[in-house]
């Protein structure tokens, strides 16, 4: 061991070389995790999943009865209509003796059985959800919604979706089950990238009286998570922006969810009127309105007012997409003002704070049977809000897009923003928002304009 002069041993400080692999090891981690599929990783909502929990309630002659759970955890992002598909690899040769609140797909090849079919008899069964309104003895509990399953900061009590599930050639213990595999999850494009399946601690029920626990016979969880990335080449939505101080309007870049669709339609075309040119496609394939653009959304932030203690801002949300309701939408907005926010117009609003002490983010959504339906592409297909914020003297400015969102979200996926030197510029002739100081500027020129005289 090598020592200093005070007789203490020496610190050996990495050489170039090792600060080179050291980066190159690093650098490769953080693109291994950007572009893993099983990794997605939001910073909006770092904790947000799908977790979906398999409770085996009681054991039957060749299998077992389980109750699974969809909890949705993402704080702005759900699964809308035409809901989920939820699908699986069985481990063993499984069979799906029934189901209730829920069905497969498809029965497949079920020869071999000669008296009672089973409900499914694929390796790989893919389940939906049933539809609203179907009879009582094929519902229980959180099923029947036709797979649409809320966002967990918007109405938890709508986060959850539920099915029982008869499975049989299964096993008959914990020692004989085996989990199933390769779990997948619609919701209801791609985006969602499933874990293994994992034993955890048996779920814990109360009674209705809540006087008596009871105890599931064994539990398994998958985490689902998603990612923008796998769900769409492109993004699907975009931010323009405006202000009361230029005239100037900030479109939409131009392409900014891709031209490769070209199946779009003017807004006033007479093939507006043709009957069934609403009805949506099995493929959720959209008939977007001719745009520059070419996004199902858009986003419309304007600054509209300044006051001395105050200013105020509009939200303007567009619908391109002539084939598509967007049914319990969420937007959230990353803004520096947001810890201020004193009132907000037409809207639901819900602050993030997904690191407990940065208050620049929040939720916006419709209010219940109101404005919560955002409509197809056409006269309705707009909703719009307005919120006041207060001024703190010591960070507000409307120099350098200050006023504008860092970060715009649609139901979970971020937008385009408009490139930052085309933002709103003030006038350089009139500061706004400080007429004293408009006054105090045109006085040092006539007292300079005086002196010159003078000299």
Not at 157 to 184: D, E, R, W
Not at 270 to 293: E, F, R, V, Y
Not at 328 to 352: A, C, G, M, R
Request: proline share 7%; net charge positive; charged share 15%.
């Amino acid at each position: 061991m090598e020592l200093n002069q005070i007789g203490r041993p020496s610190r050996r400080y990495p050489a170039a070389d090792d600060w080179s692999s050291c980066s190159l090891v690093l650098f490769i981690s953080v693109l291994a995790l950007m572009f893993s599929p099983a990794v997605a990783y939001d910073p909006l909502d770092p904790t947000g999943n799908i977790t979906i929990k398999w409770d085996v309630i009681s054991w039957t002659a060749d299998g077992y009865v389980a109750v699974v759970t969809m909890n949705n955890f993402q704080m702005y992002r759900h699964i809308m209509s035409p809901g989920w598909t939820l699908g699986w690899t069985w481990a063993k040769k499984e069979v799906i003796w029934s189901m209730v609140g829920a069905q497969a797909t498809e029965q497949g090849d079920c020869s071999k059985f000669k008296a009672n079919l089973p409900h499914c008899c694929k390796k790989t069964p893919a389940i939906v959800d049933l539809l609203p309104g179907v009879p009582y003895n094929q519902q229980i509990a959180n099923c029947c919604k036709g797979g649409v399953v809320g966002a967990y900061g918007q109405d938890p009590a709508a986060a959850v979706s539920a099915f029982q599930v008869s499975v049989g050639q299964s096993g008959t213990s914990n020692k004989t089950v085996k989990l199933p595999q390769n779990f997948t999850l619609l919701g209801p494009g791609l985006g969602y990238t499933c874990g293994p399946a994992k034993v955890v601690p048996s779920t814990i029920f109360l009674t209705p009286d809540k006087r008596r626990k009871t105890q599931a016979l064994m539990t398994w969880n998958v985490t689902c998570t998603y990612s923008q990335f796998l769900s769409s080449k492109h993004p699907t939505c975009c931010v323009s922006f405006s202000s009361f101080y230029n005239d100037t309007i900030i479109p939409c870049r131009s392409c900014a969810c891709g031209c490769e669709n070209k199946n779009c339609i003017k807004r006033d075309s007479n093939l507006l009127s043709t009957p069934g040119i609403n009805t949506p496609k099995k493929d959720n394939a959209p008939l977007l309105q001719c745009t520059q653009h070419m996004c199902p959304i858009r986003v419309h932030w304007h600054v509209k007012l300044n006051y001395k203690d105050y200013w105020r801002a509009k939200i303007a949300i567009t619908n391109f997409n002539y084939r598509m309701n967007y049914t319990l939408w969420t937007l959230v907005i990353q803004h520096p003002n947001l810890d201020n926010v004193t009132e907000v117009f037409s809207f639901d609003y819900k602050p993030l704070v997904p690191y407990g002490f940065i208050n620049d983010t929040g939720m916006f959504y419709g209010m219940k049977y109101y404005n919560d339906l955002l409509m197809e592409a056409g006269a309705y297909g707009n909703v719009q809000s307005e919120l006041l914020l207060r001024k703190d003297a010591s960070t507000f400015t409307f120099k350098k897009g200050w006023a504008f969102p860092r970060k715009v979200y649609f139901n979970g996926d971020e937008c385009m923003m408009p490139p930052p030197d085309a933002y709103p510029h003030l006038p350089n002739s009139s500061p706004v928002g400080a007429p004293p100081l408009i006054l105090h500027n045109l006085a040092v020129s006539v007292l300079a304009l005086i002196l010159m005289v003078m000299w």
